[in-house]
């Protein structure tokens, strides 16, 4: 989707977000999902619900968190 779509959806902090701004914003759009920097929103990265929902399923398994 290009900038333009991305302006009539709700963008979403997670809740455990940090309260100085420092975290992204998601939206869920009709056939496409958006995040960008909660910051400095401007470019958007956008996913399809299917690479969102693998991302999803990555994040809850662990595989992004830090090597100990």
Known sequence: MTAPQWTDVTWTKAFRSSFEGNCVEVAHG?????????KQPGPVLDF???EWAAFIACAREGEFDRPE
């Not at 009709?30 to 909660?38: A, E, Q, Y």
């Open 30 to 38: 009709p056939v496409r999902v958006g995040v960008r920097d909660s």
């Open 48 to 50: 399809s619900y299917r």
